[in-house]
């Protein structure tokens, strides 16, 4: 009986999941394709996407990792790279005589190895740096996403990474859109896909968080001691979380080269794995639909609704006060201390979507 | 006959800095015993413990569990100068061993905490289900894919077994934490046992508990061990339960163990008694 309510909670919220990916599809059909709905909505993908793989890291085994932005620049470069056509590589590498990898991939291969390539690296790292504990491993993941920004500019290694100068002419969101012979779109896809490759990524992460290693991981968070006493290998799990964690960042930096079109290690900055930990932290630690949710949020308020503020408003004749370029960081910053004093645990605490159709049907059974 | 003792403690001593925790200790548990571990407040009882459960390493001595050595160290760098405990050549032409405390447990060694250890942000199902992670045969792909249900179901089901033992399956949803403190020791004991232990180290049960409910552990210690097949070893204040449950029981006293035998020859030792009471410094 038990067990039957606990499936009907999981349709319920699949059945909810499906019909937001039907509504962004007929959306995306009727609104105009430059619509800010569709920006925020890539955008939010993206981050969903990388919030979710470090809220595996931080809210589920407890390891405080800052090295976010690292594995994203990891992934996008490694997309970009082996993702621009041939054709245009001397275009792109002019100063380097068209690079060296000669070339290209498909776009869903390149998106896997970008995954793989930012887990290899996850695995590196890990080796000396998971040793560290709390601060100590924040610092030293922020040292190396720093590291990997200066490296992927250093001139010596221009023939692949292009040197400080930016790639791009590689697939973009666009390049989904289905389009007749004409060069016309009939289907829009440049939305759709993202969110669902978004998708099915956070998708494994649950599953991950669900199955026995999840456990694991999770029992790390909650005591160390009694996880190791207990027969779990911290040291193996504990790379097993970040090499798992920086795969999907590293598809989440794929995923941000083709959103933004082009890309520049100096953009992948600390700033980016602060608006990450931020969503993480709004939404939850520890709650995947939290992330999703907050990284949405997030992205729009940013891109969309407080634009208003960065500019000069009228009001009939007078003249907003404060409003001028830069003040939305001001309102942002006031947002997160607000969420900080008084929704310690974010908008969904610890909680996941199917845990909201659950809830009630417990407390009736209770009451029997 | 020696070589098959299930815990054989050979010259363990423990030191950190000048301090000698644990000095020159030998004990052994045979197969189906169930032996305690006494002594006052201080005496080394949980770092003996934490030894033999590789949370710390020896400074100098051996520990073999069902004759295999698990641990061995003798004194190195700048131990050697100021190493205060017995026999500090015994094992110095060997090679040093050590294992990591999940290792250990693989092994066949589960343990209980003096301090309630259980895991805060899981419910007392998932507490339970979770340590059967270390005898899983899946592997990280088909865990995560699902693709092991039949040993997820054989997990599910074996902790549901264990909750019953403890009549704790009607609150298999509560938070582990959120229960009454005698519960959480239950649980934290069917949590250990989860991990299909030969030895089951249990560290001060009955802290914390009325006479009442320490009755109802000793008859579940002894319950438990026959079931399971057990061999227990268990460190403890309170008499009633020590006497009442021990087949031999070891005191130790600064580190030093002052005497061996079964209850009836402890309560009648007059270094124990010293030891407990204060003796002849009074």
């Not at chain 1, 470069?77 to 082996?82: D, L």
């Not at chain 2, 009955?206 to 097949?229: C, H, S, V, Y």
Request: hydrophobic share 50%; aromatic share 10%; net charge neutral.
């Amino acid at each position: 009986m038990k067990e039957k309510k606990l499936t009907l909670a999981n349709v319920a919220s699949a059945l909810i999941v499906l019909c937001l990916y039907v509504a962004v599809f007929i959306a995306e059909q009727k609104l105009p394709a430059t619509s800010m709905l569709f920006t925020v909505l890539k955008k939010g993908a993206t981050y969903a996407l990388v919030a979710v793989s470090m809220n595996l890291l931080n809210g589920f085994t407890g390891i405080f990792s800052l090295g976010q932005a690292g594995f994203m620049l990891i992934g996008a470069y490694v997309y970009a790279i082996f993702t621009i056509p041939l054709e245009q590589r001397v275009n792109v590498y002019q100063y380097y005589a068209g690079g060296v990898v000669q070339f290209t991939l498909p776009v869903f291969v390149a998106m896997l190895l970008a995954g793989l390539v930012a887990a290899f690296f996850a695995f590196l790292i890990g080796l000396p740096v998971l040793r560290l504990k709390s601060d100590y491993l924040a610092i030293a993941t922020l040292g190396f996403a720093e590291i990997i920004r200066a490296i992927f500019q250093w001139n010596q290694l221009g023939p692949v990474t292009n040197g400080s100068n930016m790639l791009r002419l590689f697939p973009t969101f666009n390049d989904f859109n289905i389009r007749n012979a004409d060069g016309n779109v009939t289907v829009y896809l440049s939305t759709l896909v993202p969110l669902l490759v978004a998708g099915v990524c956070i998708a494994l992460i649950v599953m991950i968080i669900n199955s026995t290693y999840g456990r694991a991981l999770r029992s790390i968070k909650d005591d160390e001691v009694a996880a190791e006493a207990m027969g779990i290998n911290l040291a193996h799990h504990k790379r097993l979380a970040f090499c798992v964690s920086s795969f999907f960042t590293g598809i989440g930096g794929a995923m941000l080269a083709m959103y933004q079109t082009t890309v520049q290690a100096k953009s992948f900055t600390s700033a980016m794995t602060y608006e990450i930990l931020l969503i993480v932290v709004i939404g939850g630690v520890g709650s995947v639909t939290g992330s999703c949710i907050s990284a949405f949020l997030f992205v729009a308020a940013s891109e969309w609704w407080l634009r208003f503020l960065d500019e000069k408003q009228m009001i009939g004749n007078w003249e907003v006060p404060l409003l001028r370029n830069g003040f939305r960081l001001v309102v942002f910053s006031i947002i997160i201390m607000i969420v900080v004093l008084f929704f310690r645990r974010g908008i969904m605490g610890t909680k996941e979507l199917p845990d909201l159709f659950r809830r009630k049907k417990k407390a009736g059974g209770e009451l029997k | 006959m020696s070589q098959e003792h299930v815990l054989d403690i050979r010259h363990l001593t423990m030191q950190f800095g000048g301090v000698v925790a644990v000095n020159d200790f030998s004990m052994h548990i045979d197969d189906g015993e169930i032996v305690a571990l006494i002594g006052p407040n201080g005496a080394g009882k949980t770092t003996a413990f934490n030894a033999v459960t590789s949370v710390y390493e020896p400074t100098n001595g051996e520990i073999l569990f069902e004759g295999e050595t698990i641990a061995r160290s003798h004194p190195t760098g700048k131990m050697k100068k100021i190493f205060a405990g017995g026999h500090p050549d015994a094992f110095v032409s060997q090679p040093i061993i050590r294992h990591t405390p999940d290792e250990i447990t693989k092994k066949g060694i589960s343990r209980t905490f003096q301090n309630i250890r259980l895991f805060s942000g899981m419910t007392v199902f998932e507490n339970v289900l979770t340590v059967q992670h270390l005898r899983k045969k899946s592997n990280f792909f088909t865990a995560a894919f699902h693709l092991n249900g039949a040993e997820e179901k054989q997990m599910r089901e074996k902790t549901m077994e264990l909750l019953k033992i403890v009549g704790l399956q009607d609150l298999r949803d509560e938070m582990a934490t959120s229960l009454p403190y005698g519960k959480q020791r239950l649980l934290e004991i069917i949590r250990a046992l989860a991990t299909d232990p030969k030895l089951l180290l249990l560290d001060e049960p009955a802290a914390g508990m009325n006479p009442q409910e320490t009755l109802e552990l000793a008859a579940f210690i002894q319950d438990i061990k026959r079931k399971f097949q057990l061999t227990v070893f268990v460190i403890e204040h309170h008499m009633d339960l020590v006497m009442g449950i021990s087949d031999r029981i070891y005191v130790i006293d600064f580190g030093k163990q002052i005497a061996e035998g079964v209850p009836s020859e402890i309560q009648n030792n007059q270094a124990v008694i010293d030891a407990y009471l204060g003796g002849d410094d009074l």
